[in-house]
């Protein structure tokens, strides 16, 4: 049969009746065609993205010669390689540091009793800051993790972030737990979606605690902590070898108001009862303490006193508006990995009590 040649003939049906026949499986196959279309297309443009980060990082050629050798402009490989950072393709280390910053490290080991303090310096650009403080924290959380360990996970956009410059390799009988309860939609900081992430790197089992951070009344909270399936969250939470946490501010740029987690009212009751801001959903004051508020009595979360128990505690944050609630925290000798800026640092220190 030649090329050109057509199907074999049918019995003649109806007009109307042919095209119903004929028409359902040609969109299949236009659809099939499609989705491997699709799928080969995206498979090149990753291929390509790849390519361009190996011949600028290791091979060491300039934009113009990536350019010049795949056939693309000088604009499109700019482009591709800030794309490959930013997806965390391309990793960048730098094995020094800032004098400022070892001194601070050091300060911060001895007023607060930090085993591990990592201190970056601080981008001109503030909006930057929890990029570096991600970096720095992925990076971290890399050197831990080993066969067997469980890694608690909590919430926020430095932890989201800092998932892009954790060093993916073979490991066996991982395990990801979520610390606190999740949003009720979608969102890149929602902590389901941090620990199914975190899980998927690793290929790792991950269990979650399958309710709302904040349940709208006290009883509903009590009510779901004697369920079952959460209590089973909750030993697995407890019995992690490793937390990754974060913490929020009271101020309504903070993550948590932003969103519409919690609202103006609270953010204004939160402020008198003394609060300075949150961990795994717990609101604390200046000495650490929980304060006296009803979202501490309606939150589904690790409490903070757990956290004395994990053998590892890592804490990546930064910013000026950080300052109270990293103070905090710290007074509190739960952490034992702080990741943070200079700046931050430097104002933590100040006010040592």
């Known amino acids: 049969m030649s090329h050109g040649s057509a199907e074999p003939a049918l019995d003649p049906l109806p007009r109307s009746g042919q095209d119903d026949l004929m028409e359902k499986p040609a969109r299949k196959k236009r659809d099939g ?19 361009a980060a190996w011949l600028a990082y290791v091979g060491d050629l300039t934009q113009a010669q990536i350019a010049k050798s795949l056939g693309l402009t000088r604009l499109r490989v700019n482009r591709m390689l800030a794309h490959a950072r930013q997806r965390g393709i391309v990793q960048i280390r730098i094995n020094s540091k800032v004098a400022n910053c070892i001194e601070l490290e050091n300060r911060l080991r001895d007023a607060y009793g930090v085993s ?21 924290a992925g990076e971290a959380l890399s050197h831990r993790i080993r066969d067997g360990i469980s890694v608690g996970v909590g ?37 389901y979606e941090i620990a199914s992430r975190l899980a998927a790197l690793f290929d790792a089992e991950c269990f979650y605690i399958a309710a709302p951070v904040f349940t709208d009344t006290e009883a509903t909270r009590d009510l779901l902590m004697r369920q079952s399936i959460l209590e089973d969250a909750f030993t697995h939470a ?38 300075v801001g949150d961990i795994c959903g717990h609101w604390i004051g200046a000495d650490g ?4 508020h009803p979202l501490n009595s309606r939150v589904i979360g690790l409490a903070p006193e757990h956290l004395r128990d994990i053998d590892t ?9 950080k300052v109270p609630v990293l103070r905090a925290v710290l007074r509190l000798g739960v952490v034992d990995v702080l990741i943070t800026d200079e700046k931050t640092a430097e104002a933590i220190l100040a006010e040592k009590l």
């Open 33 to 51: 065609r499609q989705a491997v279309t699709s799928s080969v297309t995206s498979d090149r443009e990753e291929g390509l993205l790849v390519r």
């Open 313 to 321: 505690v890592i804490l990546p944050s930064g910013g000026l508006d």
């Open 289 to 292: 303490q929980l304060v006296d």
């Open 116 to 136: 591990d303090p990592i201190v970056v310096p601080t981008p001109p650009d503030p909006t930057l800051v929890p990029q570096v403080i991600a970096a720095a």
């Open 155 to 191: 919430w926020g956009r430095t932890l989201q972030l800092s998932l892009r410059s954790v060093t993916v390799r073979p490991v066996r009988g991982m395990s990801v737990v979520s610390l606190l309860g999740g949003l009720t939609r979608g969102s890149a900081i929602n902590i």
């Open 238 to 275: 407890r019995d992690v070898d490793a937390a990754f946490v974060s913490v929020g501010a009271v101020h309504k740029d903070a993550t948590i108001f932003r969103i519409g987690l919690v609202g103006d009212d609270d953010l204004r009751s939160l402020r008198e009862a003394g609060a």
